[in-house]
């Protein structure tokens, strides 16, 4: 390696527009703590459905400390999340900001994903040891509030694509699921996917499968919730070794890379279906080579992977570490591993594929 006597000297030009880069990210990381106490305290939403306001009027519409929404506004508006009209000194969301910082069922919804951050920065000490000693970190052993984001970050994807994109994509399932048919949910987390699906099909079953203890509590309540009965039920099993057999429709939304055995999970899958049954395996965006991911999208899942879903998969039997942006090509090879015929392509969006396998 060159010590610094003998490295050549940076660019001045290139490492000004690097440090500018840098300060654009800092300025990111700096606004996670704001993002936090905006949401938590509804000064987002009290932007998002009222008028231009002041920092007084909306320090009192939300009970909180003029002072401190006035420094807050100002970091919004600097952060380009809320507009700011110099001659009045009043704070405003335009429809765009409110879209995806203000409205909390809205599609676009954008704060959910915040606490993932957070979960990654409290999991650093554990992450550190594992980077020296390559041993896995268990999806259970972060924070909750990673469980919590996790549901937050993808469910406006699911409800912007589940049912009106992917199912339709999948030949013939959607008709199936229409007339009444038996859906497994693996690796369901909270059930946001599963309640959607159980939602929009009134005729099928849905029974939602994660190893999460905590995750299936939450599942079943909100199933409760939303009154779906014995139609959409929870519980704790493993991908290995979750029960019954000829479904119609099994369903893994980004989980397949977080295990250990994703190769056993596939055989485990195929031996679940109806012959006519389809596995629907939902996996983060990502081309098959390095030099395809190397964009923001990239940039999210490679880190969330560092901290997050190749921990959680070293941590199981076999643990063999596919990471977040394994791409097509390696899926591909790890489900037909399983016994699965074809595996195509079905829909995709900028932050998921939707490959659909047949047994
Ligand atoms: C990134 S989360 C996705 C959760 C949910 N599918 C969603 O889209 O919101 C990954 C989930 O996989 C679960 N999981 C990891 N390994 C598993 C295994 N071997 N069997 C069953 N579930 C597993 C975790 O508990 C976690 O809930």
């Known amino acids: 390696m060159a010590d610094q006597a003998t490295a050549p000297a940076p660019n001045p030009d290139k490492l000004m527009s690097f440090m500018f880069k840098l300060v654009g990210d800092l300025g990111a990381m700096a606004s996670i703590g704001p993002m936090l106490i905006g949401e ?9 459905e009222g008028n231009p306001v002041t920092p007084e009027e909306l320090a009192n519409a939300t009970h909180t400390n003029e002072r401190y929404v006035r420094e807050w506004l100002c970091s919004q ?9 110099a001659t009045s000194g009043r704070f405003h969301m335009t429809p765009e900001q409110a879209a995806a910082l203000g409205h909390e069922n809205s599609p676009f919804y954008f704060l959910g994903a915040i606490e993932m951050a957070v979960a990654m920065v409290r999991a650093e000490p554990q992450i550190l040891e594992a980077f020296r000693t390559g041993q896995g970190v268990g999806w259970h052993e972060h924070d909750a509030c990673l469980f919590r984001a996790t549901e937050r970050f993808f469910r406006p994807g699911y409800m912007r694509h589940l049912i009106t994109e992917w199912i339709p994509a999948m030949e013939g399932i959607k008709a ?35 190893y999460h203890g905590p995750s299936i509590e939450s599942a079943r309540k909100a199933a409760a919730a939303a009154g779906l009965g014995d ?9 290995k070794d979750f029960p019954g057999n000829d479904y119609t ?14 190769a056993g999970a596939a055989r485990h899958v195929h031996s679940a279906l109806a012959k006519d049954g389809a596995w629907m ?16 999208i990239g940039r999210i ?10 921990p959680a998969s070293r941590a199981q039997e076999v643990g063999l570490g596919l990471g977040a942006q394994a791409g097509q090509a390696r899926l591909t090879e790890v489900i037909k591993s399983g016994g699965f015929s074809s595996v195509r392509r079905a829909a995709e969006t900028p932050f998921n594929m939707v490959l659909e396998a047949r047994p």
Do not use: W
């Open 301 to 310: 899942y490679y880190s969330a992977s560092t901290f997050i879903c190749t």
């Open 40 to 48: 938590k305290l509804g000064l987002y939403k009290a932007l998002a």
């Open 231 to 239: 139609r959409c039920v929870f519980d704790i099993a493993t991908a």
């Open 281 to 296: 395996v939902v996996e983060p965006a990502a081309g098959d080579n390095v030099s395809d991911n190397l964009n923001p």
């Open 77 to 85: 508006a600097a952060s380009g999340f809320v507009d700011h009209d």
């Open 249 to 262: 429709l099994v369903a893994f939304f980004d989980c397949l890379h977080d295990m250990g055995d994703p």
């Open 176 to 210: 199936k699921l229409d007339a009444g048919a038996s859906v497994a949910d693996v690796g369901c987390g909270h059930g946001a996917s599963t309640i959607l699906m159980a939602q929009a099909f009134p005729n099928s079953k849905f029974h939602g499968f994660d």
